[in-house]
């Protein structure tokens, strides 16, 4: 697989997914150009997949990537980190060369 979800992570989006109206199909992962590093993730809640998507599953959760951000995500880990500082999702992508000082952008 291109890219991996922590079983924390699957959890914590099945959570905030549960408590959606209406209730989203999956979660879209993808990168998108902006941020100080010149590009950023994303992550959304689809309703639709779309014909060009790949399609993954992670203990029962859909995940939409569109080609394009593919092959910016390959080989990325995504978890879900709690810590004095804050909670959130963490990327760990092997493809990034440096990340901005907030660690929201990065450049390949």
Request: include cysteine; glycine fraction near 12%.
């Given at each position: 697989m291109p890219i991996e979800l922590t079983s924390k992570a699957v959890s914590k989006v099945k959570e905030i997914m549960s408590q959606q109206e209406p209730q989203p199909l999956g979660l879209r992962v993808g990168v998108a150009g902006?941020?100080?590093?010149?590009?950023?993730?994303?992550?959304?809640?689809?309703?639709?997949?779309?014909?060009?998507d790949k399609v993954y599953e992670f203990e029962g959760l859909k995940v939409f990537i569109d080609q394009a951000s593919l092959m910016y995500l390959n080989g990325t880990k995504i978890d879900y980190v709690e810590t004095l500082e804050g909670a959130g999702f963490k990327f760990e992508n092997p493809n990034v060369k440096t990340t901005c000082g907030c660690g929201s952008s990065f450049s390949v």
């Amino acid at each position: 697989m291109p890219i991996e979800l922590t079983s924390k992570a699957v959890s914590k989006v099945k959570e905030i997914m549960s408590q959606q109206e209406p209730q989203p199909l999956g979660l879209r992962v993808g990168v998108a150009g902006g941020g100080c590093s010149g590009f950023s993730y994303q992550m959304n809640f689809e309703s639709q997949s779309n014909p060009i998507d790949k399609v993954y599953e992670f203990e029962g959760l859909k995940v939409f990537i569109d080609q394009a951000s593919l092959m910016y995500l390959n080989g990325t880990k995504i978890d879900y980190v709690e810590t004095l500082e804050g909670a959130g999702f963490k990327f760990e992508n092997p493809n990034v060369k440096t990340t901005c000082g907030c660690g929201s952008s990065f450049s390949v």
